[in-house]
């Protein structure tokens, strides 16, 4: 017979977490760690270089290549813990 208070005690301690930060999970909790981003196209190939550089360091990081005016505002609303921009 399974026992389920162990899964509720982690569903509660992740909403402890979740609710003590905010949102905003410190980087080594969070599922991305960090964000490249492009402000014009010419920047693509620089970008993936990094993003490679990056996760060969381990970090669990994502591009973000999409040529937008406001990209700045709507990271921010992601909740990232770091975002890059070349």
Same mark, same amino acid.
């Given at each position: 017979?399974?026992? /389920?208070?162990?899964? +509720?005690? $982690?569903? &509660? #301690?992740? +909403? *402890? ?5 905010? +949102? ?7 599922? @991305?760690?960090? @964000? @490249?981003? %492009? *402000? %014009? ?8 270089? @990094?993003?490679?550089?990056? /996760?060969?360091?381990?970090? /669990?990081?994502? %591009?973000? $290549? &999409? !040529?937008?005016? !406001?990209? *700045?505002?709507?990271?921010?609303? &992601?909740?990232?813990?770091? #975002?890059?921009?070349?």
């Amino acid at each position: 017979m399974l026992h /389920r208070a162990l899964f +509720g005690s $982690l569903e &509660r #301690f992740t +909403g *402890i977490l979740l609710e003590h930060y905010a +949102g905003k999970l410190p980087a080594r909790l969070s599922p @991305v760690q960090a @964000v @490249v981003m %492009t *402000i %014009t196209d010419k920047q693509h190939r620089y970008a993936e270089q @990094v993003l490679k550089a990056l /996760r060969r360091k381990g970090l /669990r990081c994502e %591009t973000d $290549l &999409r !040529n937008e005016k !406001n990209w *700045i505002q709507k990271s921010g609303s &992601r909740r990232w813990p770091a #975002f890059l921009s070349s």
